[in-house]
């Protein structure tokens, strides 16, 4: 189990509801009034509140994420593959997921029983709604069946998801994984072999072609070897060079 994850908060954050596709569209085109122009129930108006900072699209800050999006659209992968290492980073439920959940089929049952059992301190509730929160992000987003981290499916009464990885993530993404990741630990080195939140395991591939992805196009920021990976850029680095 990753080393800080029983100390983190906010398991569940999000109403009990899941992040809509729907959702994005509707914020963007109204960034400044989407609150008061929409078909949503009072829940779901604070559930978007709550993803949208999860996903680090808030406007204010003009952030990358939300630049991105408005150039690229919401039918762009690159732009999902961002968010979701943004959610991994902000929301504990989705960093427990990719570290305890790996490829194949996995009953949304068995999800829940086996988080339960990792997070005894959680109550079943809690353990409940974060794990519909974050199935429900992969059965109305494109997290979940395109980017092959948890496609939903339903049979009687049985609910599953096939988790597939996503082979070849965008190089942007993976640059801008390990820019969030140096952010957390605060080094200028980390060592490959340490439980950290590595891009591999966020995405679900395999570690070489992400080792290689940084040779070929992050080199501007990181030197990497067999052992480490090195940051090389500013403290405040402009991920529009490397993302837009």
């Keep these: 189990m990753y080393r800080d994850i029983l100390m983190l908060n906010g398991w569940k954050k999000h109403q009990g509801f899941?992040?809509?596709?729907?959702?994005i569209s509707l914020y963007l085109h109204n960034?400044?009034?989407w609150e008061e122009n929409n078909n949503l129930g009072v829940r779901q108006v604070e559930s978007l509140k709550s993803w949208i900072k999860t996903c680090e699209l808030d406007r204010e800050s003009q952030n990358i994420l939300f630049r991105l999006f408005l150039e690229k659209?919401?039918?762009?992968?690159l732009c999902w593959e961002i968010l979701w290492v943004n959610v991994v980073f902000n929301f504990p439920t989705a960093l427990w997921f990719?570290?305890?959940?790996?490829?194949?089929?996995?009953?949304i049952k068995e999800i829940l029983t086996r988080m339960h059992k990792n997070l005894s301190h959680l109550s079943l509730r809690t353990v409940q709604d974060a794990v519909y929160e974050l199935i429900g992000m992969f059965e109305r987003t494109p997290i979940g069946k395109d980017l092959g981290q948890g496609e939903v499916h339903k049979e009687k009464n049985r609910r599953y998801i096939i988790r597939n990885g996503l082979l070849y993530p965008n190089y942007k993404s993976v640059i801008y994984s390990f820019i969030?990741?140096?952010e957390r630990e605060k080094e200028d080195r980390l060592c490959l072999s340490d439980d950290l939140v590595w891009p591999w395991e966020i995405f679900l591939c395999e570690k070489?072609?992400?080792?290689?992805?940084v040779i070929l196009y992050g080199n501007q920021?990181?030197?990497i070897d067999d052992s480490y990976i090195y940051k090389k850029y500013p403290e405040e680095v402009d991920l529009g060079v490397a993302l837009l």
């Design 31 to 33: 960034p400044d009034n």
């Design 180 to 182: 969030k990741l140096f």
């Design 73 to 77: 659209g919401t039918e762009d992968l």
């Design 98 to 107: 990719i570290k305890n959940i790996g490829y194949g089929e996995w009953d």
């Design 18 to 23: 899941g992040l809509r596709k729907e959702w």
């Design 221 to 223: 920021f990181f030197d």
């Design 208 to 213: 070489s072609f992400i080792t290689k992805s």
